[in-house]
């Protein structure tokens, strides 16, 4: 493995996951979840999984200041001044400006790998391989690398990355990216996976200190511009001030619309290691254990008769009877309880909307 | 109305209402409950009903001796010995025979209404009316009468009563009862309904003292000859230690079997006072108020999306979501949660006695 020094990481932290409402709450988002019962939280698995390849040292986690603790506590070996606190929700393109401002103040030949934390990743050893292709790539070209993963199925969930020419003849799963697309409909989604040319947009990057500080100077240098004026004030006790400052001038934009859906450098390495955003309750059931009724039930005092596709999450100590259900969502957490058919989990995010604007934050 | 001292009250207040779980639990049955959310429990309904043609001082209320305590609170107005407690369940034949040596005791002249604690009258006025002539008939002859209700519905549910000749010119909708029918399947329910013949058996009796000793004495000799060997106890400290022992003696019999379906004196009187007998969540959902979407739904934070045919009951407090679910019953109560198909209740009972069979009794 390339566990160089010159190795960093970037671990985004700083989602607020509503989508697994109520088991996600604006108080434990999904990357502190242990959301699939493997005994260790999302963004623990994703500490773990990237320390393989990266120094614990050079591994940054971006999140939210009313998060730190929470970091802390599930990675209790990485310091504080690698916590990185965001003082606002600006998308990812001021969360990855802020943390290679960071990296270039320690080792301006970085090359720095970013990471959700909250997907899953279940072939380690392939995601690692992807990973040190990509780092050998990412090193020597100027380059922005984004992972893509093969797609399974008609997913209309993911946004999909359509593949151009073979960048070198050596390394036959790294292209040029022709297109970003959006989150298709079914149709077209059954077409892209028909057609072999489109991957799944993993959210995962790939790319030198040098190529990225380029691709912001020229697709962002308002952003840019905020960063490299403050960076006198990191490191020291003036920088969450400078921050707040920055962030409050910073706009919302991504860093797939800010950058890598313009600049004409970006390739993608397609790769399958068992991957999973897990954004909907659909993708946690597909990477869930499932009972003789294709139910994934967690909760130990859970009867079930009759039950049929459904997904539930239950409260350990918590009787449930439940009886004749084909296709459902049924979740309790923290006195909480969702009862939702699958196929219009979709539909949530909005009744959530009408919930916490009639009743109030305190649902959230 | 007959409001003399002669007439008295039987209410049977024993059940444990196991259809209702987990709304209703073994220590604190359905009579206890406001179960359509009216203001009042059934018990208090029924002690106030019977009230308005009974002296409260000539009302009995026969219960289990762990529900004491819960029918003073529930009905204050009555004194400690017209508390009458069961120290087994021994169904409505001992239950009968216990409270009728009571009012012997007090008035061998005596007409008693007996009836159950935990069924609805939605039209008071017409239930008054009703008694009232069966207590006029009653009183004057050797007659065991039980009130018929007007089907309105081929009703699986009930038992029903087949009438056969009028008994009196001047009492149009009395009738001796040419049959006692078991619950029918729903086939034969709607021949029941159409026939105009049949009527559903409310559990509801009026005798005089005198008729209801002879037939005991003629039909349930065992169960007399028990009571009648210890009325001397009755009415003194030794009173539970003298039931104690009656009742472990007492065979296992209902009033219907033992009595109603033998004797050649029975007589229905035929009503309609929108009576239901709340057995089955589908009957509660007939009596309760509904949406728009046609579902009953008791608790402040239900927030209910395609919901329709639906019983939901939740905590006041507990925030619940409820998206794309027809006719099942959604019910939450001290931390135990319930979905069921409407159709399917029948099959809890089942389903509950495999939860205390493997989890134990804590949850019943």
Redesign the interface.
Known sequence: MNSNSNVFCIIMAGGIGSRFW?LSRSYKPKQFLDILGTGSSLIRQTYCRVSRFCSPENIYIVTSDIYKQQVQKHIPEISENQVLLEPMRRNTAPCIAYATQKIALRNPNACIVVAPSDHLVLNEEAFLKTISTAIDFASINSALLTIGIKPSRPETGYGYIQVGKQAEKRIPNLFKVKTFTEKPNLDLAQVFLQSGEFYWNSGMFIWSLKSIQEAFAKYLPDIQSLFTESHSLFNTTDEATAVASVYSQCKNVSIDYGIMEKADNVFVICAEFGWSDLGTWGSLFLNSKRDEGNNAIVGK?V?A??LKDCIVQ?PA?????????EG?I?V?SD???????KD?EQ??KT??G??FAE?GDQ?A
């Open positions: 109520p005092n009867v008769h009759n239950m100590d918590k009787l449930v009877l439940i009886q004749g259900l459902y049924v309790e006195g909480i309880l969702l009862i939702c058919k219009n539909e949530i009744y959530l009408e919930i009743k649902f």
